[in-house]
Nanobody, 124 residues
């Protein structure tokens, strides 16, 4: 069974940091591009970052550029999202997703495997 599981979410104060993990089972992440997405209550799902199958190419939304870093450990079959200098606007459920499809990697529609999400709450 192909599965993605996010972990590492929680409650943090403004200016703090969190590291999210996305672990895969049933398939190897080194064949897939991985995207991180978030959705806050009442808002549309937003692409946060993505990383190529090799881990050598990354993309970030303007809203997180310079604060978030995504990385990939293919040996551990895990992708990470390091989030620094968090603010209340970063509060959301964060999801990781995997795809082998071509297309804009920050666009959610190209992804066909999704985790269930992990809640990140940033207090002011």
């Amino acid at each position: 069974q192909l599965q993605l599981v996010e972990s590492g979410g929680g409650l943090v104060q403004t200016g703090g940091s969190l590291r999210l993990s996305c672990s895969a089972s049933g398939f190897r992440l080194d064949y897939y591009r991985i995207g991180w997405f978030r959705q806050a209550p009442g808002k549309e799902r937003e692409g946060v970052s993505c990383i190529s199958s090799s881990g050598g190419v990354t993309n970030y939304a303007d809203s997180v550029k310079g604060r978030f870093i995504t990385s990939k450990d293919n040996a551990k079959n895990t992708v990470y999202l390091q989030m620094n200098n968090l603010g209340p606007e970063d509060t959301a459920v964060y999801y990781c997703a995997a795809t082998m499809r071509v297309g804009t990697c920050l666009g959610w529609s190209i992804y066909n495997y999704w985790g269930r999400g992990t809640q990140v709450t940033v207090s002011s």
